[in-house]
């Protein structure tokens, strides 16, 4: 019996396990990776919470001034009873009475409303306001997700061709030292040549080790962005070059800012705005407030605790009422809050001209990094044909004996170089086109 249970539970666990594990993979496109994560990110989650807080808030600001009704009760037991003194014949003697039951109930229902408040009306403006800074806040996250998903997916995939073009020129290396060795052994070689190519398996390897390593923290710092698991299992279904291709966009460098879409001056705007509302709510403080209230309830009373009893008696009271409040003198107080009110709406305005003119400078410089972005890869693509041929070349005249070890080592370090200078202009492309598009706001077209 308990062979059979064993039988039945391993391959129930394996099937859990296996479940487990597809849960833990994942499979992105770029754009796949960038919607993932503006669901899954912290960052992003955190900031669509910010948006439904200033709802809430918004509502508080409103219910404030709604009707609020507020229902209050008391009981009381007199552990001993006040006395009144008082002289009932006139002889100057004072006689002790005690007035009232020992206990008493009481239950109240009441009503206010607001009718007029200056703050209050100010109040209901600047909480629509606060609910657009929680949205703006929002785009401005999701923009700065989309280009941390970008230049992480980006750096991935770079890692992943360098581990593949690393490997290669290990492989090659590899061949040239085995087969310069055997020369050397029969002395048909300089020791000098297999010394050259050692050194150049040596830096190729380490390289390669480096870039492993490099690659295992680009995955992580991609799940992050992601919202992940450091550890999740990542896939990424795109390539580098096609990446690099599809972001190619002379267009987009000679398109026109229209500043008002930018974020950033979004929330430049609203910063002035939020500050304007506090001017005219230090302003509002002087205006009069007037509220109206009404009320009534009931109240009990007995010498024992028989307020549950059918004979109990109770009395009904009920009014009705205005309260009017007019602010006078606050010796200057309110007139200092007003100016420094004031004085922060200057600020804001002049932040809010810095952050135009800023913005026409980072576009500026935007523009020239991606249009250098462009033409450096198209360089880049260039240079790396010219440098395999000369390397191929050099690996032909070196095995003939024409080319020395060392103008080997200097063909292949050239092939090299221009091999990462290529994957890291691809990368370029990629990353100076998602800024200029947060700029132009085109990214969220």
């Known amino acids: 019996m308990k062979n059979n249970f064993l039988f039945l539970l391993i391959p129930s666990l394996l099937f859990s396990i296996s479940i487990f594990s597809q849960e833990k993979t994942y499979s992105f496109s770029l754009e796949e990776a960038i919607q993932f994560a503006l669901e899954n990110n912290k960052d992003a989650n955190n900031a669509t919470r910010d948006i439904e807080i200033a709802k809430k808030q918004k509502w508080e600001a409103t219910a404030s001034g709604l009707p609020q009704i507020s229902i209050s009760g008391d009981y009381q037991n007199f552990l001993k009873q006040q006395v009144t003194l008082f002289d009932t014949n006139g002889d100057g003697i004072d006689e002790e009475f005690t007035f009232g039951t020992s206990q008493s109930v009481n239950a109240f229902a009441r009503l206010d409303q607001k009718i007029f408040d200056g703050p209050y009306i100010v109040a209901l403006q600047a909480a629509k306001v606060f609910l657009k800074i929680s949205q703006n806040a929002k785009v401005k996250t999701d923009s700065e997700i989309r280009k941390g998903v970008i230049s992480a997916y980006g750096n991935v995939l770079l890692t992943e061709e360098s581990v593949q073009i690393l490997i290669e020129n290990q492989k090659v290396l590899q061949k040239n030292v085995d087969e310069t060795r055997k020369i050397v052994e029969n002395g048909l070689g300089e020791e000098e040549d297999l010394e050259q190519l050692q050194i150049t398996l040596a830096n190729?390897?380490?390289?390669?080790?480096n870039t492993k390593r490099l690659k295992d923290v680009a995955y992580k710092f991609l799940?992050?962005?992601?919202?992940i698991n450091l550890n999740t299992e990542v896939t990424l279904t795109d390539q580098l070059e096609n990446l690099a291709v599809q972001n190619i966009n002379n267009n987009l460098a000679v398109e026109d800012l229209v500043v008002e879409n930018n974020i950033d001056f979004k929330i430049a705007s609203n910063n002035v705005k939020a500050q304007e509302l506090q001017v005219k709510l230090e302003k509002s403080r002087a205006l009069p407030s007037l509220n109206a209230f009404i009320n009534g309830g009931y109240q009990g009373f007995s010498d024992e605790f028989s307020f549950f009893d059918s004979g109990q008696r109770y009395f009904g009271t009920s009014a009705f009422g205005l309260s009017l409040n007019v602010p006078i003198f606050s010796s200057g107080e309110?007139?200092?809050?007003?100016?420094?009110?004031?004085?922060e709406l200057e600020k804001v305005k002049a932040e809010l001209t810095h952050t135009e003119q800023q913005l026409q400078l980072d576009l500026s410089n935007a523009r020239s990094n991606y249009l250098f972005a462009i033409e450096n890869y198209?360089?880049?693509?260039?240079?790396?044909?010219?440098?395999?041929?000369?390397?191929?070349k050099n690996q032909v005249k070196y095995t003939e004996g024409i080319a020395t070890s060392f103008e080997l080592r200097q063909a292949q370090t050239q092939l090299y170089t221009t091999q990462q200078e290529y994957l890291q202009a691809m990368l370029d492309v990629i990353n100076n086109k998602a800024e200029l598009e947060v700029i132009l706001n085109s990214n969220t077209k």
């Open 223 to 227: 799940n992050i962005a992601l919202g």
């Open 204 to 209: 190729v390897t380490s390289n390669l080790n």
């Open 378 to 392: 198209q360089t880049s693509k260039q240079n790396l044909s010219l440098a395999e041929r000369i390397e191929r």
């Open 334 to 343: 309110r007139a200092a809050k007003t100016q420094r009110a004031k004085i």
